[in-house]
């Protein structure tokens, strides 16, 4: 279980999370939607501190980190814990699609390079990328480099998977084929929170859907009900102005 | 005006040309060891590290900012007097240790601005699979600002070999030094600093053969 405690962020005098509580089960798949600028990157962001939250407490499981006294050690143990997948991909540049998957593991996670390379030819098999495998970033399409993203997240075994917006960055085009890996990722039981504007991938994958406003979690349910019955005039704002 | 004498210019060549390797192997250590320096005060610059950053800029200034022959006398004629276990310095080593530190003084400043240059979804990224600050750099930030600073880089490799010539002001005797003393011999001045001009700018010249192969391997990762 990963819970989230009081998660507040600030730019100046510019609240952007403000007071953020979230439960998370194993397994568990939820999805967040909301207007733009309402903190929904910064809440995945401050989860795994790429931005330090100024204070709030996450917890994974027994792991404890309390935001503003957290030392060095602990946020590289919290990201131990988390795999991020970028809007932009953010594949290592330096480095082909199979060593942007083994980076981590052999440096991060101490693996040996044969075991590394296993892992990384099982993953780009279950992406169909295997025959890009030798191929840098700079020579695939967007949605091949965000196919690479997912399997480098993948390769971590996280506790919770973050996605920011996987496919916004994406030409109409390679969409479906990153939606369709995501959904085999979802079928592996990992935990995944997604900030995603694909409203019936939402729909269809999501347990739980958030909505987020002014740094606020304004409502939540399963997606039947808030895309369905929403409470809250400002999501039937959206869900009109996206749809 | 009279003519050029080309029977000693050609006699010349082969004299000069045996101090070749030590001229080369001066600018080879000092680059090696500038670059590793550079590197390292490249990355405090980045981070900064609370007192060492103040002495890392000092050390940058004061070497950018005052004339590599200066250096060069300091090191081999006035260290000695005041640190003990110089007496021994030879020339060659106060003009490697000289071309070192100035040389990296320079080029830490164009490595950090490589540093800086590096995408930010890269930094990022890093962070985000868990990497300490230290595996960061070397493996991901640093391999992609040597793309960025290599052309700089050569260029400062080009002033090194051309500043190894300073070393004859140390005693040493490298191309320059070679030269002055055969050129004293003959009184045939403009020969001979002709011929030692000519072979710096060959050796000069070989060397873009290199850092066409260099910026060809390090943009391996990015053709299409
Ligand atoms: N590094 C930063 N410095 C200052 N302000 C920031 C920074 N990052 C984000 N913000 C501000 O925080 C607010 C929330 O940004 P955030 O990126 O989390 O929104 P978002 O919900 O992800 O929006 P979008 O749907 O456009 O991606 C915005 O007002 C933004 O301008
Ligand atoms: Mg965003």
Known sequence: MIRIKGLTKRFGDNTVLNNIDLEIERGERICVIGPSGTGKSTLLRCINFLDRPDSGTIEFGDFKVEAAKATRRQILALRRCTAFVFQNYSLFTNRTARQNITEALVTVHRQSSDEANRRADAILRETGLLDKAESYPAALSGGQQQRVGIGRAMALDADLMLFDEPTSALDPEWVGEVLDLMRRVAESRQTMLIVTHEMQFAREIAHRVIFMDGGRIVEQGPPGAIFGAPQDPRIRDFLRRVS | ?224
């Open chain 2, 1 to 224: 005006m009279r003519a050029l004498d080309l029977q000693y210019m050609l006699g010349l060549v082969p004299v000069i040309l045996s101090y070749v390797p030590l001229t080369l192997a001066m600018a080879g250590i000092a680059m090696v060891l500038a670059l590793i320096i550079a590197s390292l005060l490249a990355v405090e610059r980045v981070v900064r590290i609370p007192v060492l950053d103040g002495l890392v800029a000092i050390f940058i200034s004061f070497f950018r900012g005052t004339p590599l022959l200066v250096q060069l006398f300091l090191f081999y004629y006035g260290l000695p007097q005041i640190v003990s276990f110089l007496t021994q310095i030879n020339g060659v080593t106060a003009a490697i240790m000289g071309l070192t530190l100035h040389f990296s003084a320079y080029m830490a400043e164009s490595i950090r601005a490589a540093i800086i240059g590096v995408d930010r979804s890269q930094w990022e990224a890093s962070q985000a699979v868990g990497m300490t600050q230290s595996q960061m750099m070397r493996r991901i930030i640093l391999p992609q600002a040597a793309r960025i600073a290599a052309p700089t880089l050569v260029n400062y490799f080009i002033d090194m070999i051309k500043g190894t010539s300073l070393a004859f002001t140390l005693g040493v005797t490298e191309m320059m030094g070679a030269t002055q003393k055969e050129a004293a011999g003959s009184f045939l001045y403009f020969e001979a600093f002709l011929v030692v001009a000519i072979l710096y700018w060959i050796i000069v010249e070989s060397l873009s053969f290199g850092q066409r192969w260099l910026e060809v391997h390090l943009n391996k990762a990015h053709a299409r």
